[in-house]
């Protein structure tokens, strides 16, 4: 499908690339070739993206999946403006998107989101100013955590949902690749270590596909998303090779040893079972049934943690300690975290709504700059991890303790709209709604659960990589039960 832009459109797309094609042509002079290389690939994107705007976006996707294993291993990874090329992307996309706004082409329903997202920078400005925090944690905040809605309204309003479908497909197939790497990596290691990148953690031999360094947190986390779909597809659709897809996916992701992800690994088999059950048994006598199946599914999974923790298994010991031990509790980095940020508050009551401003508390920013309260309460923390328990800081923690309650609650908010979306997808009662709709829908109420789970154990939902699929995943289902809606009416 081409995008329908005006040529008046067309033109400015085409006079601002040739623009920046020709400043940067200029830089090459003084910075080297590399720069007239990313002046022509501006032109060809730029072009392509005007011909087929689908393109752009499988060509984000792809570059997000092997980046990390390219700028590890490739000479490409030398040059700084190589870490930038989803930034690019991205700032394409919103190029297209910003021209969709001022033709007034862009879906009404979906202005919402650019209400929260104006709101949130509002916050965050504020937030700057009064705590005099670096501008590069303003700027951090914005690329970092607005992204997902930056792609999920470039999707709703420059793709269709037949678009969207293909994408989500195709990505839940990268899963199959990605598993092949991590195989291969978990075969090898100690011998030739192909592809295998050092860990944060001391589990050196986890498999991290081509996520590239710190990967293998990013593979655990992904195949964990990618399972949700395939899984959801199979039991709404019926289709069978949604269930390879489901078994590649635990693969890849017993592969990752991402241990923090087992909990809800747990909670999503019961919600999978529940589902399951309210599709399968419709009758006179579903409600026991479905009691026993229930039982059936607890009993199971209680089973597998007894037998885990009297086989002394080390992560299920680890779990136990957690669970059973006052000190070991409050020695988790998260904990010490919501201490320090408890303490900032009791000592500066302004900072509940306001929050210490980006970049002066927790995240890789405040590292870099070293702000106040980070050298205060973090930094000599850092030296010692061993596990996802023990780092210290979360997107949670993050957002609340530099933005305040007010910029959380804005933040927070348009996931639940989204969430909301999906619940209303899911139960709406109508011949229009396909199989593939209904299993999107649930697939999306289940990811916005994992998301919430992810936001508390780790900061990872910063990485663009793991919120692509699900901002296209939220894009499907938020323009299905519009165009549905709008049918009925």
């Known amino acids: 499908m081409l995008i329908t832009l005006s040529a008046r459109n067309n ?175 978990y075969i090898t290691f100690g011998k030739t270590n192909i592809l295998v990148g050092s860990e944060i953690t001391n589990i050196k031999d986890a498999a991290c596909g081509l996520f590239g360094r710190y990967g293998a947190h990013l593979l655990g986390h992904f195949s964990v998303i ?57 009758g006179k006598h579903e409600r026991q049934f479905r009691f026993i199946g229930y039982s059936m599914l607890l009993f199971l999974i209680l089973l597998s943690v007894y037998s885990a923790l009297n086989l002394h298994l080390e992560t299920a010991q680890r779990y136990k300690k957690y669970l059973t031990s006052a000190s070991a509790i409050k020695g988790m980095g998260k904990m010490q975290a919501l201490k320090a940020m408890t303490s900032i508050i009791l000592e500066e009551p302004q900072h509940v709504i306001i929050g210490v401003g980006p970049g002066n508390f927790t995240g890789g920013v405040a590292q870099k700059v070293e ?31 530099e933005t305040g309650v007010l910029g959380y609650l804005v933040y927070a908010s348009m996931f639940v709209i989204i969430y909301l979306k999906g619940l209303r997808l899911k139960g709406l009662v109508d011949p229009g709604a396909k199989p593939f709709d209904k299993a999107c829908a649930f697939s999306l109420i289940s990811v916005m659960i994992f998301l919430l789970f992810l936001s508390f154990m780790s900061n990872l939902l910063e990485a663009t990589v793991l919120m692509f699929l699900p901002s296209i995943l939220s894009a499907y289902v938020w323009k299905r039960y519009h165009i549905l809606r709008r049918a009925r009416l």
């Open 226 to 282: 990618t399972l949700i779909i395939s899984s959801s597809l199979w039991l709404f659709t019926g289709e069978k090779r949604w269930i390879f897809y489901s078994v590649i996916s635990l693969v890849a992701f017993i592969l990752s040893f991402t241990e923090s992800d087992y909990i809800f690994i747990i909670f999503y088999i019961l919600m999978l079972g529940s589902e399951f059950l309210s599709l399968r048994l419709k």
């Open 11 to 185: 033109f400015f797309v085409l006079f601002i690339t040739v623009v920046a094609s020709i400043l940067l042509s200029g830089l090459s002079l003084y910075a080297g070739p590399l720069w007239g290389i990313l002046a022509f690939a501006l032109i060809a994107l730029a072009i392509l993206s005007l011909m087929k705007i689908q393109a752009l976006f499988y060509l984000l996707f792809l570059w997000l999946s092997a980046a990390g294993f390219i700028l590890n291993y490739f000479p490409l990874g030398e040059y700084a403006i190589a870490t930038y090329v989803d930034e690019i992307l991205v700032f394409l996309l919103l190029i297209f998107l910003s021209f969709k706004f001022a033709s007034r082409e862009v879906s009404g329903e979906s202005s919402i989101f650019v209400i929260g997202i104006s709101l949130f920078i509002i916050f965050l400005s504020i937030s700057t100013l009064i705590n005099k925090s670096p501008a590069i944690g303003l700027l951090n905040f914005v690329s970092t955590y607005l992204k997902f809605f930056i792609i999920f309204l470039c999707a709703v309003n420059l793709l269709g949902d037949d678009d969207l479908k293909r994408m989500i497909t195709f990505a839940v197939f990268t899963v199959l690749i990605q598993s092949a790497a991590a195989a291969l990596q």
């Open 371 to 401: 702000g106040a309260y980070y050298k205060k309460y973090v930094g000599f923390r850092v030296r010692s991890i061993f596990s996802v328990a023990d780092y210290w800081w979360s997107t949670f923690i993050t957002l609340l303790s």
